[in-house]
Protein backbone atom coordinates (compact mmCIF):
# COMPACT_ATOMS: atom_id res chain seq x y z
CA UNK A 1 0.00 0.00 0.00
CA UNK A 2 1.05 3.58 -0.88
CA UNK A 3 0.91 7.44 0.82
CA UNK A 4 -1.05 10.13 -1.12
CA UNK A 5 2.33 11.60 -0.97
CA UNK A 6 3.94 8.67 -2.53
CA UNK A 7 1.01 8.04 -5.50
CA UNK A 8 1.38 11.80 -6.70
CA UNK A 9 5.22 10.89 -7.44
CA UNK A 10 4.07 8.40 -9.09
CA UNK A 11 2.60 10.22 -12.22
CA UNK A 12 4.11 9.85 -15.58
CA UNK A 13 6.21 6.72 -14.51
CA UNK A 14 7.02 4.28 -17.51
CA UNK A 15 9.08 1.59 -18.22
CA UNK A 16 10.77 -0.84 -15.73
CA UNK A 17 9.10 1.29 -12.96
CA UNK A 18 5.65 1.16 -14.02
CA UNK A 19 6.09 -2.40 -14.65
CA UNK A 20 8.03 -2.78 -11.06
CA UNK A 21 4.74 -0.83 -9.73
CA UNK A 22 1.96 -2.96 -11.61
CA UNK A 23 3.42 -6.31 -10.15
CA UNK A 24 3.17 -4.97 -6.56
CA UNK A 25 -0.26 -3.76 -7.67
CA UNK A 26 -0.77 -7.81 -8.81
CA UNK A 27 0.88 -9.03 -5.41
CA UNK A 28 -1.70 -7.42 -3.20
CA UNK A 29 -4.69 -8.41 -5.47
CA UNK A 30 -3.22 -11.93 -5.43
CA UNK A 31 -3.03 -12.02 -1.57
CA UNK A 32 -7.22 -10.50 -1.20
CA UNK A 33 -8.71 -11.73 -4.21
CA UNK A 34 -6.22 -14.95 -5.04
CA UNK A 35 -6.14 -16.04 -8.68
CA UNK A 36 -9.56 -15.80 -9.73
CA UNK A 37 -10.98 -13.25 -11.57
CA UNK A 38 -15.05 -12.18 -12.09
CA UNK A 39 -17.66 -10.86 -14.01
CA UNK A 40 -20.97 -10.23 -13.71
CA UNK A 41 -23.32 -11.93 -16.52
CA UNK A 42 -25.96 -9.11 -16.88
CA UNK A 43 -28.57 -7.73 -19.15
CA UNK A 44 -28.33 -3.87 -19.92
CA UNK A 45 -31.80 -1.74 -19.67
CA UNK A 46 -31.37 2.05 -21.15
CA UNK A 47 -34.64 2.84 -19.02
CA UNK A 48 -34.58 6.45 -20.73
CA UNK A 49 -31.90 8.09 -23.05
CA UNK A 50 -33.05 11.33 -21.97
CA UNK A 51 -31.49 13.35 -19.86
CA UNK A 52 -31.33 16.73 -18.08
CA UNK A 53 -27.18 16.55 -18.33
CA UNK A 54 -25.02 16.94 -21.27
CA UNK A 55 -21.52 15.50 -20.27
CA UNK A 56 -19.00 16.04 -23.05
CA UNK A 57 -18.27 12.40 -23.45
CA UNK A 58 -22.13 11.09 -23.61
CA UNK A 59 -23.71 9.82 -26.99
CA UNK A 60 -25.90 7.62 -25.07
CA UNK A 61 -28.22 11.49 -24.12
CA UNK A 62 -30.47 11.69 -26.72
CA UNK A 63 -33.25 14.60 -26.86
CA UNK A 64 -36.77 13.95 -27.30
CA UNK A 65 -36.58 15.34 -30.72
CA UNK A 66 -33.93 12.62 -31.85
CA UNK A 67 -35.40 9.81 -33.25
CA UNK A 68 -33.54 7.44 -31.09
CA UNK A 69 -34.76 9.35 -27.59
CA UNK A 70 -36.85 6.49 -25.88
CA UNK A 71 -38.31 5.19 -22.56
CA UNK A 72 -38.70 1.12 -22.21
CA UNK A 73 -42.28 0.30 -21.85
CA UNK A 74 -42.21 -2.03 -18.77
CA UNK A 75 -43.14 -4.99 -21.54
CA UNK A 76 -40.09 -4.30 -23.12
CA UNK A 77 -38.04 -4.20 -20.01
CA UNK A 78 -39.61 -7.93 -18.97
CA UNK A 79 -38.76 -9.09 -22.83
CA UNK A 80 -35.46 -7.95 -22.45
CA UNK A 81 -35.48 -9.71 -18.52
CA UNK A 82 -36.76 -12.82 -20.27
CA UNK A 83 -33.75 -13.30 -22.56
CA UNK A 84 -31.22 -12.73 -19.77
CA UNK A 85 -32.52 -15.60 -17.83
CA UNK A 86 -32.47 -17.61 -20.71
CA UNK A 87 -29.15 -16.65 -21.30
CA UNK A 88 -27.75 -17.28 -17.54
CA UNK A 89 -27.60 -13.65 -16.73
CA UNK A 90 -28.22 -12.96 -13.15
CA UNK A 91 -28.21 -8.78 -13.39
CA UNK A 92 -30.28 -6.34 -15.08
CA UNK A 93 -28.44 -3.02 -15.06
CA UNK A 94 -30.62 -0.20 -15.16
CA UNK A 95 -28.51 2.67 -16.34
CA UNK A 96 -30.33 5.63 -17.79
CA UNK A 97 -30.41 9.40 -17.83
CA UNK A 98 -30.69 12.16 -14.96
CA UNK A 99 -33.62 13.70 -14.20
CA UNK A 100 -35.16 14.01 -17.39
CA UNK A 101 -38.37 14.93 -16.67
CA UNK A 102 -37.20 18.23 -15.27
CA UNK A 103 -36.38 19.48 -18.81
CA UNK A 104 -38.43 17.62 -20.82
CA UNK A 105 -42.19 17.77 -20.69
CA UNK A 106 -42.78 14.91 -23.76
CA UNK A 107 -41.32 12.73 -20.67
CA UNK A 108 -43.08 14.11 -17.65
CA UNK A 109 -46.05 12.99 -20.27
CA UNK A 110 -44.91 9.79 -20.22
CA UNK A 111 -44.61 8.99 -17.09
CA UNK A 112 -47.84 10.82 -15.72
CA UNK A 113 -49.85 8.56 -18.56
CA UNK A 114 -48.64 5.06 -16.48
CA UNK A 115 -49.25 6.78 -13.44
CA UNK A 116 -45.98 8.01 -12.19
CA UNK A 117 -44.71 10.97 -10.49
CA UNK A 118 -40.67 11.06 -11.10
CA UNK A 119 -38.66 8.76 -13.15
CA UNK A 120 -37.39 7.44 -10.29
CA UNK A 121 -40.85 6.04 -8.88
CA UNK A 122 -41.04 4.76 -12.27
CA UNK A 123 -38.04 2.51 -12.51
CA UNK A 124 -37.99 1.80 -8.51
CA UNK A 125 -41.54 0.06 -10.19
CA UNK A 126 -39.69 -1.27 -12.98
CA UNK A 127 -36.97 -2.96 -10.32
CA UNK A 128 -39.54 -4.28 -8.37
CA UNK A 129 -41.29 -6.14 -11.50
CA UNK A 130 -37.72 -7.57 -12.05
CA UNK A 131 -37.62 -8.93 -8.80
CA UNK A 132 -41.39 -10.41 -8.64
CA UNK A 133 -40.94 -11.91 -12.03
CA UNK A 134 -37.60 -13.22 -12.74
CA UNK A 135 -34.76 -14.49 -11.64
CA UNK A 136 -32.65 -11.47 -12.34
CA UNK A 137 -30.76 -8.82 -9.41
CA UNK A 138 -31.51 -4.86 -10.03
CA UNK A 139 -28.10 -3.15 -10.12
CA UNK A 140 -29.10 0.02 -10.57
CA UNK A 141 -27.54 3.05 -12.53
CA UNK A 142 -29.41 6.42 -12.51
CA UNK A 143 -27.11 8.63 -11.61
CA UNK A 144 -27.28 11.17 -8.26
CA UNK A 145 -29.90 10.34 -5.72
CA UNK A 146 -30.97 12.27 -2.58
CA UNK A 147 -30.97 10.32 0.36
CA UNK A 148 -34.88 9.89 0.25
CA UNK A 149 -34.80 8.21 -3.24
CA UNK A 150 -31.73 6.14 -2.39
CA UNK A 151 -34.44 4.58 0.55
CA UNK A 152 -36.50 4.20 -2.18
CA UNK A 153 -34.53 2.19 -4.43
CA UNK A 154 -32.80 -0.05 -1.77
CA UNK A 155 -35.95 -2.59 -1.03
CA UNK A 156 -36.08 -3.06 -4.70
CA UNK A 157 -32.33 -3.15 -6.03
CA UNK A 158 -29.38 -6.02 -4.95
CA UNK A 159 -26.65 -3.27 -5.32
CA UNK A 160 -26.54 0.47 -6.83
CA UNK A 161 -23.76 2.47 -8.43
CA UNK A 162 -22.86 5.68 -9.48
CA UNK A 163 -19.60 6.75 -11.46
CA UNK A 164 -18.09 9.34 -9.48
CA UNK A 165 -16.47 10.56 -12.78
CA UNK A 166 -14.05 12.86 -11.36
CA UNK A 167 -13.56 15.12 -8.12
CA UNK A 168 -12.21 18.14 -10.16
CA UNK A 169 -14.45 21.20 -10.07
CA UNK A 170 -12.66 22.34 -13.05
CA UNK A 171 -13.98 20.11 -15.46
CA UNK A 172 -17.83 22.38 -14.64
CA UNK A 173 -16.01 25.50 -16.65
CA UNK A 174 -17.06 26.16 -19.84
CA UNK A 175 -15.03 23.63 -22.64
CA UNK A 176 -14.41 21.36 -20.01
CA UNK A 177 -16.65 17.57 -20.23
CA UNK A 178 -18.95 18.75 -16.79
CA UNK A 179 -20.05 22.33 -18.38
CA UNK A 180 -23.32 22.93 -17.48
CA UNK A 181 -24.32 19.02 -15.83
CA UNK A 182 -25.87 20.21 -12.37
CA UNK A 183 -25.30 16.05 -11.77
CA UNK A 184 -22.05 16.02 -12.62
CA UNK A 185 -20.80 18.54 -9.72
CA UNK A 186 -18.21 16.34 -7.42
CA UNK A 187 -20.07 17.43 -3.77
CA UNK A 188 -23.42 16.63 -5.30
CA UNK A 189 -21.97 13.54 -6.30
CA UNK A 190 -19.82 12.93 -2.71
CA UNK A 191 -22.99 13.49 -1.28
CA UNK A 192 -25.05 10.65 -2.92
CA UNK A 193 -22.21 8.48 -2.58
CA UNK A 194 -22.15 9.24 1.21
CA UNK A 195 -25.98 8.87 1.90
CA UNK A 196 -25.68 5.60 0.04
CA UNK A 197 -23.03 4.43 2.85
CA UNK A 198 -25.44 5.87 5.86
CA UNK A 199 -28.51 3.48 4.08
CA UNK A 200 -26.17 0.76 3.55
CA UNK A 201 -25.94 0.15 0.01
CA UNK A 202 -23.52 -2.06 -1.64
CA UNK A 203 -22.37 0.84 -4.08
CA UNK A 204 -20.58 0.76 -7.51
CA UNK A 205 -18.07 3.84 -8.08
CA UNK A 206 -15.56 5.03 -10.51
CA UNK A 207 -13.55 7.12 -12.33
CA UNK A 208 -13.65 8.19 -16.03
CA UNK A 209 -9.85 8.46 -16.91
CA UNK A 210 -9.01 11.02 -19.70
CA UNK A 211 -11.48 13.26 -19.18
CA UNK A 212 -9.39 16.51 -18.65
CA UNK A 213 -8.39 15.66 -15.02
CA UNK A 214 -5.00 15.83 -14.12
CA UNK A 215 -3.21 12.53 -12.20
CA UNK A 216 -3.21 14.58 -9.03
CA UNK A 217 -7.04 15.19 -9.20
CA UNK A 218 -7.11 11.48 -9.83
CA UNK A 219 -5.69 10.41 -6.80
CA UNK A 220 -7.66 13.29 -4.09
CA UNK A 221 -10.82 11.24 -6.58
CA UNK A 222 -9.86 7.99 -5.12
CA UNK A 223 -8.98 8.84 -1.68
CA UNK A 224 -12.06 10.63 -1.31
CA UNK A 225 -13.84 7.76 -2.38
CA UNK A 226 -11.93 5.27 -0.16
CA UNK A 227 -12.51 7.98 3.08
CA UNK A 228 -16.08 7.26 2.62
CA UNK A 229 -15.71 3.45 2.48
CA UNK A 230 -13.21 3.72 5.76
CA UNK A 231 -16.51 5.58 7.62
CA UNK A 232 -19.63 3.43 6.41
CA UNK A 233 -17.91 0.29 3.84
CA UNK A 234 -19.81 0.57 1.50
CA UNK A 235 -18.06 1.05 -1.68
CA UNK A 236 -17.91 -3.33 -3.17
CA UNK A 237 -16.18 -1.91 -6.62
CA UNK A 238 -14.08 0.67 -8.18
CA UNK A 239 -14.37 0.91 -11.53
CA UNK A 240 -11.33 2.59 -13.65
CA UNK A 241 -13.24 3.35 -17.05
CA UNK A 242 -11.15 4.87 -19.86
CA UNK A 243 -12.65 7.23 -21.77
CA UNK A 244 -13.32 6.55 -25.32
CA UNK A 245 -13.84 9.50 -27.93
CA UNK A 246 -16.88 9.51 -29.70
CA UNK A 247 -17.74 10.76 -33.13
CA UNK A 248 -20.60 13.46 -32.72
CA UNK A 249 -19.43 14.57 -28.60
CA UNK A 250 -17.83 17.92 -27.97
CA UNK A 251 -14.72 15.54 -26.74
CA UNK A 252 -14.54 13.81 -30.40
CA UNK A 253 -11.20 15.07 -31.03
CA UNK A 254 -9.64 15.09 -27.38
CA UNK A 255 -6.74 12.22 -26.15
CA UNK A 256 -7.90 8.96 -25.06
CA UNK A 257 -5.71 7.79 -22.55
CA UNK A 258 -3.05 5.20 -23.48
CA UNK A 259 -2.21 1.97 -22.10
CA UNK A 260 0.53 2.69 -19.63
CA UNK A 261 -2.03 5.67 -18.28
CA UNK A 262 -4.23 2.82 -17.84
CA UNK A 263 -2.09 0.14 -15.87
CA UNK A 264 -0.38 3.19 -13.79
CA UNK A 265 -4.11 4.26 -12.47
CA UNK A 266 -5.30 0.70 -11.98
CA UNK A 267 -2.08 -0.08 -10.16
CA UNK A 268 -2.13 3.33 -7.89
CA UNK A 269 -5.94 2.28 -7.50
CA UNK A 270 -4.89 -0.93 -6.19
CA UNK A 271 -2.86 0.04 -3.57
CA UNK A 272 -4.45 3.19 -2.67
CA UNK A 273 -7.91 1.15 -1.95
CA UNK A 274 -8.81 -0.58 0.93
CA UNK A 275 -7.99 -4.41 -0.71
CA UNK A 276 -11.10 -5.58 -0.01
CA UNK A 277 -12.85 -3.03 -2.68
CA UNK A 278 -12.64 -4.85 -6.06
CA UNK A 279 -11.17 -2.86 -8.53
CA UNK A 280 -13.13 -3.31 -12.19
CA UNK A 281 -11.85 -1.99 -15.41
CA UNK A 282 -14.30 -3.67 -18.68
CA UNK A 283 -12.29 -5.19 -20.77
CA UNK A 284 -14.51 -3.80 -24.03
CA UNK A 285 -13.01 -0.85 -24.06
CA UNK A 286 -9.50 -1.60 -24.54
CA UNK A 287 -7.41 -4.43 -26.20
CA UNK A 288 -4.95 -6.02 -23.91
CA UNK A 289 -6.64 -8.42 -21.00
CA UNK A 290 -2.84 -9.29 -19.93
CA UNK A 291 -1.13 -5.16 -19.39
CA UNK A 292 -4.78 -5.11 -17.53
CA UNK A 293 -4.49 -8.28 -15.20
CA UNK A 294 -0.76 -7.13 -14.75
CA UNK A 295 -1.75 -3.78 -13.19
CA UNK A 296 -4.18 -5.49 -10.17
CA UNK A 297 -7.46 -5.45 -11.33
CA UNK A 298 -9.46 -8.52 -9.79
CA UNK A 299 -13.12 -7.98 -11.91
CA UNK A 300 -14.33 -7.39 -15.54
CA UNK A 301 -17.81 -5.96 -14.46
CA UNK A 302 -20.74 -6.74 -15.96
CA UNK A 303 -20.82 -8.44 -19.53
CA UNK A 304 -23.58 -9.28 -21.43
CA UNK A 305 -25.03 -12.02 -23.73
CA UNK A 306 -27.98 -10.46 -24.81
CA UNK A 307 -27.86 -6.50 -25.37
CA UNK A 308 -25.16 -3.96 -26.16
CA UNK A 309 -23.18 -1.94 -23.72
CA UNK A 310 -25.21 1.08 -24.48
CA UNK A 311 -22.84 3.60 -23.42
CA UNK A 312 -20.30 2.41 -25.63
CA UNK A 313 -22.60 0.95 -28.52
CA UNK A 314 -19.67 0.47 -30.60
CA UNK A 315 -17.38 -1.61 -28.62
CA UNK A 316 -18.64 -5.25 -28.61
CA UNK A 317 -17.99 -7.25 -25.54
CA UNK A 318 -15.54 -10.11 -25.87
CA UNK A 319 -16.60 -13.83 -25.86
CA UNK A 320 -16.12 -15.14 -22.57
CA UNK A 321 -14.42 -18.22 -23.19
CA UNK A 322 -12.30 -15.73 -24.98
CA UNK A 323 -12.02 -13.75 -21.56
CA UNK A 324 -11.69 -16.63 -19.92
CA UNK A 325 -8.96 -18.13 -22.51
CA UNK A 326 -7.03 -15.09 -21.41
CA UNK A 327 -7.22 -15.01 -17.81
CA UNK A 328 -6.53 -18.81 -17.82
CA UNK A 329 -3.02 -17.69 -19.78
CA UNK A 330 -2.18 -15.59 -17.13
CA UNK A 331 -2.82 -18.16 -14.23
CA UNK A 332 -6.55 -16.61 -13.58
CA UNK A 333 -9.48 -18.54 -13.82
CA UNK A 334 -12.62 -16.32 -15.03
CA UNK A 335 -15.81 -16.76 -12.74
CA UNK A 336 -19.10 -15.17 -12.97
CA UNK A 337 -20.51 -13.79 -9.53
CA UNK A 338 -23.64 -12.17 -8.33
CA UNK A 339 -23.92 -7.82 -8.47
CA UNK A 340 -23.53 -7.85 -4.91
CA UNK A 341 -20.01 -9.08 -3.71
CA UNK A 342 -19.94 -11.96 -1.23
CA UNK A 343 -18.89 -10.16 1.60
CA UNK A 344 -22.17 -8.41 1.84
CA UNK A 345 -24.13 -11.55 2.43
CA UNK A 346 -22.54 -11.93 5.49
CA UNK A 347 -23.68 -8.09 6.38
CA UNK A 348 -27.62 -8.26 7.19
CA UNK A 349 -27.75 -4.50 7.07
CA UNK A 350 -26.80 -4.27 3.52
CA UNK A 351 -28.74 -6.87 2.17
CA UNK A 352 -32.33 -6.59 3.78
CA UNK A 353 -34.62 -6.85 2.42
CA UNK A 354 -33.43 -9.21 -0.24
CA UNK A 355 -31.24 -11.47 2.04
CA UNK A 356 -32.50 -14.78 1.68
CA UNK A 357 -32.64 -14.40 -2.19
CA UNK A 358 -29.14 -13.43 -2.62
CA UNK A 359 -27.85 -16.17 -0.28
CA UNK A 360 -29.67 -19.22 -2.28
CA UNK A 361 -28.75 -17.34 -5.66
CA UNK A 362 -24.90 -17.37 -4.39
CA UNK A 363 -25.29 -20.76 -3.40
CA UNK A 364 -27.07 -21.60 -6.46
CA UNK A 365 -24.49 -20.21 -9.00
CA UNK A 366 -21.38 -21.71 -7.07
CA UNK A 367 -22.97 -24.86 -7.21
CA UNK A 368 -24.00 -24.41 -11.34
CA UNK A 369 -20.33 -23.23 -11.94
CA UNK A 370 -18.79 -25.94 -10.33
CA UNK A 371 -20.73 -28.21 -13.32
CA UNK A 372 -20.19 -25.42 -16.34
CA UNK A 373 -17.54 -22.77 -15.81
CA UNK A 374 -17.46 -21.17 -19.15
CA UNK A 375 -19.97 -20.76 -21.56
CA UNK A 376 -19.97 -19.36 -25.52
CA UNK A 377 -21.00 -15.65 -25.58
CA UNK A 378 -22.48 -14.24 -28.77
CA UNK A 379 -21.33 -10.85 -29.96
CA UNK A 380 -23.91 -7.83 -30.68
CA UNK A 381 -26.95 -7.42 -29.86
CA UNK A 382 -29.84 -7.92 -32.27
CA UNK A 383 -32.01 -5.76 -30.08
CA UNK A 384 -31.07 -2.68 -31.19
CA UNK A 385 -34.84 -2.48 -33.33
CA UNK A 386 -36.67 -4.21 -29.98
CA UNK A 387 -40.19 -3.48 -31.33
CA UNK A 388 -41.33 -2.71 -27.24
CA UNK A 389 -39.10 0.29 -26.90
CA UNK A 390 -41.41 3.23 -27.32
CA UNK A 391 -40.26 6.44 -28.27
CA UNK A 392 -41.81 9.01 -25.99
CA UNK A 393 -43.44 10.78 -28.18
CA UNK A 394 -45.47 7.43 -29.32
CA UNK A 395 -45.99 6.78 -25.80
CA UNK A 396 -48.02 10.22 -25.19
CA UNK A 397 -51.22 9.98 -27.32
O1 LIG B 1 -21.98 -2.03 -19.72
C1 LIG B 1 -21.65 -1.17 -18.91
N1 LIG B 1 -21.82 -1.41 -17.61
C2 LIG B 1 -21.54 -0.46 -16.68
N2 LIG B 1 -21.79 -0.69 -15.36
C3 LIG B 1 -22.27 -2.02 -14.95
C4 LIG B 1 -21.25 -2.83 -14.18
O2 LIG B 1 -20.26 -3.27 -15.04
C5 LIG B 1 -21.93 -4.03 -13.47
O3 LIG B 1 -23.32 -3.90 -13.52
C6 LIG B 1 -21.50 -4.06 -12.03
O4 LIG B 1 -20.18 -4.51 -11.98
C7 LIG B 1 -22.33 -4.95 -11.13
O5 LIG B 1 -21.66 -5.21 -9.94
C8 LIG B 1 -21.73 0.33 -14.42
C9 LIG B 1 -22.26 0.14 -13.13
C10 LIG B 1 -22.21 1.17 -12.23
O6 LIG B 1 -22.74 1.00 -11.02
C11 LIG B 1 -21.63 2.41 -12.58
C12 LIG B 1 -21.13 2.59 -13.87
C13 LIG B 1 -21.17 1.57 -14.79
C14 LIG B 1 -20.72 1.75 -16.11
C15 LIG B 1 -20.99 0.78 -17.07
C16 LIG B 1 -20.77 0.97 -18.48
O7 LIG B 1 -20.28 2.02 -18.94
N3 LIG B 1 -21.11 -0.01 -19.34
C1 LIG C 1 -22.14 4.73 -17.23
C2 LIG C 1 -20.84 5.39 -17.29
O1 LIG C 1 -20.28 5.29 -18.59
C3 LIG C 1 -19.24 6.19 -18.68
N1 LIG C 1 -19.14 6.77 -20.02
C4 LIG C 1 -19.95 7.66 -20.62
N2 LIG C 1 -19.44 8.03 -21.83
C5 LIG C 1 -18.26 7.36 -21.98
C6 LIG C 1 -17.25 7.34 -22.99
N3 LIG C 1 -17.31 8.11 -24.08
N4 LIG C 1 -16.19 6.54 -22.82
C7 LIG C 1 -16.10 5.76 -21.70
N5 LIG C 1 -17.01 5.75 -20.71
C8 LIG C 1 -18.08 6.54 -20.84
C9 LIG C 1 -19.48 7.25 -17.58
O2 LIG C 1 -18.51 7.05 -16.59
C10 LIG C 1 -20.84 6.89 -17.05
O3 LIG C 1 -21.02 7.20 -15.68
S1 LIG D 1 -23.13 10.40 -18.94
FE1 LIG D 1 -25.08 10.14 -17.84
S2 LIG D 1 -25.40 12.23 -16.98
FE2 LIG D 1 -23.91 12.48 -18.61
S3 LIG D 1 -25.14 13.03 -20.43
FE3 LIG D 1 -24.79 10.80 -20.45
S4 LIG D 1 -26.63 10.00 -19.49
FE4 LIG D 1 -26.52 12.14 -18.92
Not at 71 to 83: C, F, G, I, K, S
Request: overall charge positive.
Amino acid sequence: MISRKEAIALGGIQGKELDDLCEYASQVRDQTWGKQLTYSRKVFIPLTNMCRDRCGYCTFVKGPQSPEAQVMTETAVMHRVQQGEASGCREALFSLGERPEKRYPQLQHFLEHHGFRRLIDYLAHCAEQVLAKSTLLPHLNPGTLTRNELRQLKPVSASMGMMLESASQRLLRPGQAHHRCPDKVPNVRLKTLDDAGRLAIPFTTGLLIGIGETWQERIEALLLINALHQQHGHIQEVIIQNFRAKPGTAMAHCHEPDLDDMRRTLAVARLLLSPRISLQAPPNLHADYPAYIRSGLNDWGGISPVTQDHINPERAWPQIDHLATACQAQGYTLKQRLTVYPDYLKRPAFIQPLGPKLIAMSSQLNATDALNPIDQLTRGDGLSHDPHISHPMACTA
